[in-house]
């Protein structure tokens, strides 16, 4: 079984500054905040809901996932709800709920996957349908490109695991939050970055089978190892009788040490993600998709 990864950037909380459409007097990103607009101000067109699948386990929960595509250019939709619904040949409404997204990105793919059951065990599902709320969405500007939004998140060392009637996929996460001044009492709020982590299940096909969400995966400065160079001249490793690094024969030497001597602070967070997905489901691929937000 193959793993393929849809990468999408998080934006860290300084970068969402101007609208994509000029803002009067604004020249950086700190200079004002991200234009907020309603769906009516902003005339938004619908989102569009591009995949949609699921599969009814033997203890018919349905497990199902989609894909969502943002068509409006420099707006992020913000906490959109999407409606679940499934029926039978005849109509009949045999499941009901919903699925919320907290940020939807303009020309990247965000995915989605959850539960739902069935009220009604006899009945096959004939039609299943996920759309989205758009009357109640906000919009916030944002100028990041889709290019910048996928070149942030690595994933790597995905596996996926199948034990007592379910399935974990497992696997690491990584994003570079960029300088980070560690004297700053609050840099860990100020750089941290959110990932909303969904995996996919597909067919042969490539037809969505189901799939499930990680939650709660956070990237921030606790999380980056720091790396630094050797003491200028000292003996790394050695010491004297009281503790103290043992001066080097070169200490007077005002040279700057060599390149493989010296490192800057490593910025790069990296954490694990989980997901489980209820029932052993026959697959062919799993599609990983990292998102901004929760």
């Known amino acids: 079984m193959k793993l393929s990864k849809k990468l999408v950037a998080v934006i860290s909380a300084g970068a969402l500054a101007c609208a994509m459409f000029a803002v009067t007097g604004c020249s950086s990103a700190e200079d004002a905040a991200p234009v907020e607009k309603t769906t009516q101000e902003l ?169 499930g969400t990680a939650m709660s995966v956070m990237l921030d400065p606790s999380m980056t190892p720091i790396i630094t160079g050797a003491t200028e001249g000292a003996v790394p490793g050695t010491l004297d009788e009281e503790g103290n690094p043992v001066e080097s024969p070169d200490a007077g030497n005002t040279e700057p040490p060599a390149e493989e001597e010296s490192q800057e602070e490593n910025n790069v967070a990296s954490t694990t993600y989980t997901i489980t997905i209820p029932g052993i489901v026959p697959y062919a691929s799993v599609s990983i998709y990292a998102t901004p937000g929760i």
């Open 43 to 211: 005339n938004a067109q619908d989102l569009e809901v591009t995949e949609v699948g699921y599969t009814v386990l033997p203890d018919q929960t349905v497990s199902y996932a989609f894909t969502v595509e943002n068509p409006n250019e420099g707006w992020v939709a913000n906490s959109v709800t999407f409606t679940i619904e499934g029926y039978s040949e005849d109509g009949v409404m045999l499941i009901g709920g919903g699925e919320t997204l907290q940020e939807v990105y303009p020309g990247i793919t965000t995915a989605a996957a959850g539960t739902s059951y069935l009220s009604d065990t006899t009945t096959p599902i004939a039609r299943f349908e996920v759309k989205p709320l758009m009357e109640y969405v906000n919009w916030t500007s944002t100028k990041e490109t889709p290019e910048e939004l996928n070149s942030t998140f690595q994933l790597s060392n995905d596996k996926v695991t199948e034990e007592n009637g379910t399935m974990t996929i497992t696997g690491d996460i990584s994003a570079d939050l960029g300088p980070v001044d560690s004297s700053d009492a609050t840099a860990s709020l100020n750089n941290r970055k959110d990932a909303h982590v969904v995996a996919i299940l597909r067919d042969a096909d490539g037809n969505i089978l189901c799939g």
